[in-house]
């Protein structure tokens, strides 16, 4: 829970700054391209936040639960026990691997882009937040961007793991 939460706030705080940069900042072709991708990206993981708060298995409970009440096992008072199938649960597997992959590959894909800023193959130019209220050097919101990505792109490779782990652990028990 503590992950998601610091998922949520990374991908808050990159999409401020891919605002900041597009709006304050001189901008090039290749800062632009790499800003959409980072919206790609955030987008992709406000879902997996989502995702992590409601996983799809509780969905899947609480739709057999409501609609396909025949699949309902036992009833323990107002406790339930639901069998969802092996089709169903493999197809929740599946699922739930595939954006487990790409966690990993938009971590991938992160670190590439920290990478293209150490080697400045890409810098952002200066940022000029209204008529001289604040100006942010190059350097400093080089720096500052690049360490936001970098935690981010950590933050995404360890929730990565982790969900790999679940699926391993929740495939082992069969359920």
Same mark, same amino acid.
């Given at each position: 829970?503590?992950?998601?939460?610091?998922?949520?706030?990374?991908?808050?705080?990159?999409?401020?700054?891919?605002?900041?940069?597009?709006?304050?900042?001189?901008?090039?072709?290749?800062?632009?391209?790499?800003?959409?991708?980072?919206?790609?990206?955030?987008?992709?993981?406000?879902?997996?936040?989502?995702?992590?708060?409601?996983?799809?298995?509780? /969905?899947?409970?609480?739709?057999?639960?409501?609609?396909?009440?025949?699949?309902?096992?036992?009833?323990?008072?107002?406790?339930?026990?639901?069998?969802?199938?092996?089709?169903?649960?493999?197809?929740?597997?599946?699922i739930?691997?595939i954006?487990?992959?790409?966690?990993?590959?938009?971590?991938?894909?992160?670190?590439?882009?920290?990478?293209?800023?150490?080697?400045?193959?890409i810098?952002?130019?200066?940022?000029?937040?209204?008529?001289?209220?604040?100006?942010?050097?190059?350097?400093?919101?080089?720096?500052?961007?690049?360490?936001?990505?970098?935690?981010?792109?950590?933050?995404?490779?360890?929730c990565?793991?982790?969900?790999?782990?679940?699926?391993?652990?929740?495939? /082992?028990?069969?359920?």
């Amino acid at each position: 829970m503590t992950l998601t939460g610091i998922k949520f706030f990374f991908s808050i705080i990159i999409g401020l700054f891919v605002w900041a940069i597009n709006n304050y900042s001189v901008t090039n072709l290749n800062l632009i391209i790499i800003n959409r991708i980072l919206i790609i990206v955030s987008v992709f993981i406000l879902i997996t936040v989502i995702l992590d708060l409601l996983p799809l298995r509780e /969905l899947a409970y609480y739709y057999v639960k409501f609609v396909d009440k025949e699949k309902v096992a036992i009833n323990i008072g107002n406790a339930q026990i639901i069998d969802l199938g092996k089709k169903r649960s493999n197809v929740i597997h599946n699922i739930n691997l595939i954006i487990t992959v790409l966690q990993f590959i938009s971590s991938v894909v992160i670190f590439s882009i920290v990478f293209m800023f150490v080697n400045n193959s890409i810098s952002i130019q200066e940022v000029n937040i209204g008529p001289s209220i604040t100006i942010i050097s190059s350097l400093a919101g080089t720096t500052l961007f690049t360490s936001i990505l970098f935690i981010f792109g950590i933050i995404l490779l360890i929730c990565g793991i982790l969900s790999w782990y679940r699926n391993k652990e929740i495939k /082992l028990l069969g359920l």
